[in-house]
């Protein structure tokens, strides 16, 4: 059993990098969320999603397990979570052909499947711990999988730090984390990007440019995109990374499903106004939401 006493503000989810169950808007989403696994077989999914998470994060928490094993491990899940959630590329695989050579920089609308498969920290081998929920991470970027495979790219997240331990588990797993709040942020994610491309080039590293869960903020559905915010892709100008948008979904009866869109090649983005461009891209992508 893993110890720590972690004191935590529930009224400032910043603070904690997870939502606060009580906030409204974090209420809505979470019961519209609810149409994504209306069928027996999504449950099932979702709950074995949950299940499998539980029991990486555990081994997570293993101080006698190395990064490279727990890398392995997280590698291993986001596999097995791909195929079980039947994913498939619906459109635009044709839009991988120019991206070979690595690395790429993917982005995607923020579907809410850890909200779906949200874990209660009751069943995670932690003494002490105030925070009664946590969001597993792996599942989020579990379709991008396919695409990984494809470009024979090893796929890489950025997203906020959850507080410890679990914040080591992200270290461990390859996630390319930074915090919720404070200023520059886009600095330090780019030259942490930097420093894994330094290391590995062929690498596919997924974004979210809304920045929270797709239909929270602005209180739509699962589909609704927030605005996108720029930071994504002035990184990718700065160096010099293709960016490559891919709109996921997923129904209650056939799974993940992913459409590509044409990707936006370095030499694009030098000749773009990026506040334009991401709002009209934003636009682009939400016509491949489900009807």
């Known amino acids: 059993m893993y110890n720590i006493k972690i004191q935590m503000e529930m009224k400032n989810p910043t603070t904690i ?33 949950k299940v499998d998470q539980i029991a990486f994060i555990n081994k997570g928490l293993d101080p ?33 052909a120019a991206l070979k050579q690595g690395p790429v920089i993917l982005i995607t609308n923020h579907l809410g499947t850890a909200k ?19 969001e597993p991470f792996p599942i989020r970027i579990a379709p991008f999988y ?20 679990f914040l080591d588990i992200q270290t461990k797993s390859g996630v390319i984390s930074i915090p919720a709040d404070g200023k520059g942020r886009t600095e330090l994610l780019q030259n942490k990007i930097k420093d894994l491309i330094d290391r590995e080039p062929k690498s596919l590293i997924i974004m979210y440019p809304e920045g929270g869960t ?5 209180l739509g559905g699962p589909y609704d995109l927030d605005n996108f915010h720029t930071g994504a892709f002035v990184i990718a100008k700065n160096l010099k990374i293709p960016v490559l948008p891919v709109f996921q ?5 056939s799974g993940f499903e992913l459409s590509i869109l044409k990707p936006t090649m370095p030499s694009e983005l030098d000749n773009l106004d990026l506040r334009i461009f991401v709002q009209d891209l ?10």
């Not at 636009?283 to 939401?289: D, S």
């Open 116 to 134: 779906i498969s949200r874990i209660d920290t009751k069943n995670i081998n932690i003494n002490g711990l105030s925070l009664q929920e946590i």
């Open 282 to 291: 934003r636009t682009k992508m939400q016509k491949f939401a489900p009807k």
């Open 17 to 49: 990098g997870q939502p606060d169950k009580n906030d409204p808007q974090e209420q809505l989403i979470r019961n519209k969320l609810e149409s994504l696994s209306n069928t027996e077989w999504s449950k099932s999914f979702f709950e074995n999603a």
């Open 249 to 253: 979904s997923f129904d209650p009866i």
């Open 214 to 218: 797709s239909g929270k903020r602005n």
């Open 64 to 96: 006698n397990r190395s990064g490279l094993e727990i890398r392995n491990l997280y590698l291993d899940l986001i596999k097995k979570t791909c195929d079980a959630g039947k994913t498939k590329i619906e459109s635009g695989l044709e839009n991988l």
């Open 146 to 165: 396919s695409i990984s495979e494809k470009l024979s790219m090893s796929p890489y997240e950025c997203a906020i730090e959850l507080p410890n331990p």
